[in-house]
């Protein structure tokens, strides 16, 4: 048993024109890819971590042999946030909810949720990801936003990421060359957030 490159439930072009067509299929088809046989790959001598889904590996990852958690936290880390990012992309869904009621509350606003979003998506120094994730450490749910390096995800800290954006140079380098910040700008276009609030439902249960 190995793990699965995840089909989208849309097409390559489905979110142009504010994440082309080109880039998502090569980040799909190749990159994604890579990271999937990698992850096997990595998992090979180690079949009985085949019996955890790839989210929980990662989330132990403290208990990956040594041998092969490098490999495991840059790939399996890979295969679990682009598999989260292809899921909270789409057109057409508006924030609201109790979603929404719970960023009013943990940001002060929409506004400024998206502000500090952006920032963190900014100021990811080189390759990485921006996150939007519940964290439940203090008893009660609350919504807070973070970033990693490279394939890194929260749920190795112990967080429940619901919202994601990759800030890698393939994530955008075709349309947007150097220019991140207007790549995170049309990110809010192609947000499915009916999917996010399913996420944050599913957290804070
Ligand atoms: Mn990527």
Redo the contacts with the bound molecule.
């Keep these: 048993m190995t793990f699965a490159l995840p089909e989208l439930d849309y097409e390559y072009d489905a979110l142009e024109p504010y994440i082309d067509a080109e880039t998502m299929k090569i ?1 799909h088809t190749k ?2 890819q890579a990271y999937t046989n990698k992850f096997n790959a990595a998992l090979e001598n180690h079949p009985e971590l085949f019996e955890q889904t790839a989210e929980e590996i990662i989330a132990d990852l403290a208990s990956v042999p040594e041998g092969v958690k490098g490999a495991v936290q840059n790939n399996g880390g ?1 295969y679990v ?2 598999k989260l ?1 292809w899921h909270i992309l789409g057109k057409g869904a508006e924030l609201t909810g109790e979603l929404k009621t719970a960023i009013e509350k943990d940001f002060g606003s929409v506004e400024e949720f998206k502000k500090q979003f952006e920032d963190a998506a900014a100021t990811q120094f080189g390759s990485g990801w921006a996150w939007l994730v519940v964290d439940r450490s203090q008893g009660t749910a609350k919504l807070v936003i973070s970033k990693t390096s490279n394939q890194d995800s929260p749920l190795t800290d112990g967080l429940t990421p619901i919202l994601c954006l ?1 800030v ?1 140079e ?2 955008y380098y075709l349309k947007y060359q150097n220019k991140r910040p207007e790549y995170i700008e049309a990110f809010w276009n192609v947000v499915n957030w009916n999917n996010v609030a399913e996420l944050y439902k599913e957290a804070t249960e």
């Design positions: 980040h990159h994604h890979g946030n682009h990012f990759d890698w393939h994530a």
